[in-house]
C-alpha cells in the first residue's frame, strides 16, 4: 500500500514541511497520519482534492465533528452539523445571503456604509504606525452584525467589542496545541487551560445572542424583516402556527447559525484584508500599480462591486493574497459519509479527512511561481483577469464556504477603498525587506503581529 501511517504527534510542526517535503512530496497525494489514536486521511495537490471534493462530493462531503467542534455547537448551525439539520440550516442560511439585506439592502450597500467608519479609525493614527487588526475586525463583524440582526454596532460599544474579541479569541484557541491534544485524548479536558477559556467564551456569547435575539423577538414584524434572525424567527412562527413543532427551526440551530455566521466570516475575512495591506506595504511597486490603476479607472469616486470588471491588476492582487496567505491550510476537517474506494484505496465510512487546501494553493504543477506572491498568476498575457481551478481558498463541493459571495465582495470593496485612500508602509525604521510574512500557526493562518503606516493622500 503507498498510503503510509505514522505518528503524528509533533503539533506544531511547520505547514509547508507538511505539505511539501515531509508529508505530500514522500508519501504522494493521498496518505494516512495518526492524530494520537485516531486515524487521519490527508488528501494533497489540486488534483486529488477536486476530485474528492468535487468530484466524489457526497462521499467526502460530511464534517468531522471533533471533540471541540461539539463543544462550539452540539451538532446544532451549520459549521459542526451534518445531516438533515446541517442541509436546511446551510441552504437557509445561503438564501438569506443572497437575498440580504432581505431583498432591502443589499451587501454591497452594508459594506459601503461600514468602510467610512474604517477609514475614520485609520485616519486618526494620521500616518502614524498601529496595529490594523482590531478595527478591521470590528468592520468585518459590523458587516455580519449588519446581515444577521440588521444593525451595525459603534466600535467602541462594549457589547460588540466583547463579541468580536471573544470570536477572534475563540478562533486562535481552537488552533492551539492543547486544544489538538483535547481532540486527541479528550479525557485531558479538565486540565486544558485553553478549554476552559473556550468553553466560557462559547457560553458567554451564547448569552449575548440570546439576549439580542430576544431584543428582536420583542419588536418583530413579519413584514419588515431586518435581518437572518428576524428571518428564522418567522420562518419558525409559521411552523408552529401550521401544528410543525419538530422542524429544525430551533433556538439551538438559531443561535449556532448566528455563531457560525460571525466565528466564520469575521477572522477569515479580516485575516485575509490584513494579509493584503501588509503585502502592498512589502512590495511597493505592486501597491503603486494597484494605486495606479485605481485612480485611472475610478479616480476619487466611490469603489463599487461593478468597477472589478475594469480592475484586472487589483483584482489579481486580491487572489494572489488569497493563495499566498492560505489562511485556512487544512480546511476544515470532513469524514468520508459512506465507504469510499478512491484512487484505489477503500476508506471506511466515518474516517476523518483533511483536504490540504495549502497543498492546492501552492501546488507547483498548478502555479508558475508557488510560493511568492506574483499576481500575474491570474493575469494572461494582454493583462485580463483569469480564473484560476486551482484557486480553492474557500474550498469546494459540497461544504464550500457558504459566505464567499460576501467574502468576496467584503475583500473588494474594503481593499481598493482603503488603497485609494492611503499609502500603506512599514514603521519608520522598518525596511520593506524587514516585513515578516512568516505567519503565525493556529487554527487560520495569521500575519505574525506587525504594525503599518497608513499614509492618507490628502
Ligand atoms: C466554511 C474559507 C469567509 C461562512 C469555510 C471553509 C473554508 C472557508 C476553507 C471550509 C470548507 C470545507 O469544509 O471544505 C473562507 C475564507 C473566507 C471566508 C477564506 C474569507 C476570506 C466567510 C464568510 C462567511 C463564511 C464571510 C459568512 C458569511 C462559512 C460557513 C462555513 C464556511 C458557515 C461552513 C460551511 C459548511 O460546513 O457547510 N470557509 N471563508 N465564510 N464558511 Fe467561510
Not at 484557541?173 to 485553553?194: C, E, K, R, V
Not at 433556538?251 to 494579509?275: E, I, K, M, P
Not at 493563495?323 to 466515518?350: C, E
Request: hydrophobic content about 40%; glycine content about 6%.
Amino acid at each position: 500500500q503507498a498510503v503510509c501511517e505514522f505518528c503524528f504527534l509533533r503539533i506544531h510542526i511547520s505547514l509547508r514541511d507538511i505539505t511539501e517535503s515531509m508529508l505530500s512530496k514522500k508519501y504522494g497525494s493521498i496518505f494516512t497520519v495518526h492524530f494520537g489514536p485516531k486515524k487521519v486521511v490527508v488528501l494533497a495537490g489540486y488534483k486529488t482534492v477536486k476530485q474528492a471534493l468535487v468530484t466524489q462530493a457526497e462521499d467526502f462531503g460530511d464534517r468531522d465533528i471533533t471533540p471541540v467542534f461539539y463543544d462550539f455547537n452540539q451538532g446544532h448551525g451549520i459549521l459542526f452539523a451534518n445531516g438533515d439539520s446541517w442541509k436546511e440550516m446551510r441552504r437557509f442560511a445561503l438564501t438569506n445571503l443572497r437575498d440580504f439585506g432581505m431583498g432591502k439592502k443589499g451587501s454591497e450597500e452594508r459594506i459601503l456604509e461600514e468602510i467610512p467608519y474604517l477609514i475614520e479609525v485609520f485616519e486618526k493614527h494620521e500616518g502614524k504606525a498601529f496595529d490594523t487588526t482590531q478595527p478591521v475586525i470590528y468592520a468585518v463583524s459590523n458587516i455580519i452584525s449588519a446581515i444577521v440582526y440588521g444593525r451595525r454596532f459603534e466600535y467602541t460599544d462594549p457589547l460588540f467589542t466583547g463579541m468580536a474579541d471573544r470570536a477572534n479569541e475563540s478562533i486562535h484557541l481552537t488552533g492551539s496545541a492543547s486544544i489538538q491534544m483535547y481532540n486527541m485524548f479528550p479525557w485531558l479536558g479538565p486540565w486544558i487551560n485553553d478549554l476552559t477559556r473556550l468553553k466560557k467564551n462559547i457560553a458567554d456569547s451564547k448569552m449575548v445572542v440570546t439576549e439580542l435575539v430576544r431584543g428582536l423577538k420583542e419588536t418583530l414584524n413579519p413584514q419588515m424583516c431586518r435581518g437572518f434572525v428576524d428571518s428564522f424567527l418567522v420562518r419558525k412562527q409559521t411552523l408552529e402556527e401550521s401544528g410543525n413543532l419538530d422542524s429544525f427551526y430551533h433556538d439551538d440551530n438559531l443561535v449556532f447559525s448566528v455563531a457560525n455566521l460571525f466565528g466564520a466570516g469575521t477572522d477569515t475575512t479580516g485575516t485575509t484584508l490584513r494579509w493584503g495591506l501588509l503585502l502592498m506595504a512589502k512590495y511597493p511597486h505592486i501597491q503603486d500599480q494597484v494605486q495606479e490603476e485605481i485612480s485611472r479607472v475610478i479616480g476619487s469616486r466611490q469603489p463599487l462591486v461593478e468597477n472589478r470588471k475594469n480592475l484586472p491588476y487589483t483584482d489579481a492582487v486580491i487572489h494572489e493574497t488569497q493563495r499566498l496567505a492560505n489562511i485556512v491550510p487544512m480546511a476544515v476537517p470532513h469524514t468520508t459519509s459512506r465507504d469510499v474506494t478512491f484512487q484505489g484505496y477503500f476508506i471506511k465510512k466515518g474516517t476523518s479527512v483533511i483536504p490540504l487546501l495549502m497543498s492546492v494553493l501552492q501546488d507547483d504543477s498548478e502555479w508558475e511561481s508557488p510560493h511568492t506572491f506574483n499576481p500575474s498568476h491570474f493575469l494572461d498575457e494582454q493583462g485580463r483577469f483569469v480564473k484560476r481551478d486551482a484557486f480553492m481558498a474557500f474550498s469546494a463541493g459540497r461544504r464550500v464556504c457558504l459566505g464567499e459571495g460576501l467574502a468576496r465582495m467584503e475583500l473588494f470593496l474594503f481593499f481598493t477603498s482603503l488603497l485609494q485612500r492611503f499609502r500603506f508602509s512599514p514603521p519608520p525604521g522598518v525596511t520593506e525587506d524587514d516585513l515578516d510574512l512568516t505567519p503565525s500557526v493556529g487554527f487560520t493562518l495569521n500575519p505574525s503581529p506587525h504594525q503599518l503606516c497608513a499614509v492618507s493622500w490628502d
